[in-house]
């Protein structure tokens, strides 16, 4: 298996271009989510998703949209890229163990907004 | 959802053992407790959980308190490898609105 796979690794934005962070996954996880990490700070969740076609809101959605139309890929969209969104995003799928769930996480794309 | 506190930062000699607390006094009867880890310059990775007992993998243990509202992650002998960020958090079952959420978690500093 892969695991978690996120395109690209590395990306630089002009203030107002969109772009698509893309994020697959290959065992057949049901959950998925995207966090950014803003330098020295821990992760903040954006988007999360527990099936293909089902999304809902983290604690910092705001320029940005997502959607779930397989198990397997979960794309992060920039609406309109600012600076503020300079980060590094993981993506991160769910496996089920019991109850409850372990998080897979992708390696990461490091973005900046210029 | 409860919330977790742990210690910004610790330092601990390599080939020593490591404690790092966790305080969850508002946990539910339903929360496991979680354990991720991030490497330098890498996305976090899963150590280990627990519901109510003492667990043991070979990364790591985590002893949980008997009222449950604080637990502690055992690195038997650290070395320069463990150097990461340490997180705690609390996940309830499986269900629809399931948001998890991570704090800012302690560094963790591995001295030679």
């Known amino acids: 298996n892969a695991g978690v796979t996120q395109t690209p690794k590395f990306q630089v934005l002009k203030t107002g271009q969109s772009m698509t962070l893309q994020c697959a996954q290959d065992m057949n996880h049901e959950y998925m989510s995207w966090y950014r990490q803003d330098p020295g700070m821990g992760l903040r969740l954006i988007h999360y998703?527990?099936?293909?076609?089902?999304?809902d809101q983290g604690e910092v959605p705001n320029g940005y949209n997502v959607s779930r139309s397989t198990t397997e890929d979960f794309p992060l969209r920039l609406l309109s890229a600012a600076p503020s969104q300079t980060s590094v995003y993981f993506c991160a799928s769910s496996r089920r163990t019991g109850p409850t769930y372990e998080q897979y996480f992708g390696p990461g794309t490091r973005l900046t907004v210029t | 959802d409860a919330k977790t506190t742990q210690p910004n930062s610790m330092e601990s000699n390599e080939e020593e053992p490591v404690h790092l607390p966790c305080n969850h006094s508002?946990?539910?009867?339903?929360?496991?407790i979680h354990w991720y880890r991030q490497l330098p310059s890498q996305g976090p990775e899963y150590v280990i959980h627990?519901?109510?007992s003492n667990v043991n993998n070979r990364m790591a243990s985590l002893a949980i308190a008997e009222d449950r509202k604080s637990s502690t992650l055992i690195l038997h002998r650290a070395t320069l490898r463990d150097a990461a960020v340490y997180y705690c958090?609390?996940?309830?079952?499986?269900?629809?609105?399931?948001?998890?959420?991570f704090g800012k978690g302690t560094r963790l500093h591995i001295l030679p």
């Open positions: 998703s527990v099936g293909a076609g089902i999304t």
């Open positions: 958090i609390l996940r309830d079952a499986p269900r629809r609105d399931d948001k998890i959420i």
């Open positions: 627990g519901l109510t």
């Open positions: 508002t946990i539910s009867g339903t929360d496991y």
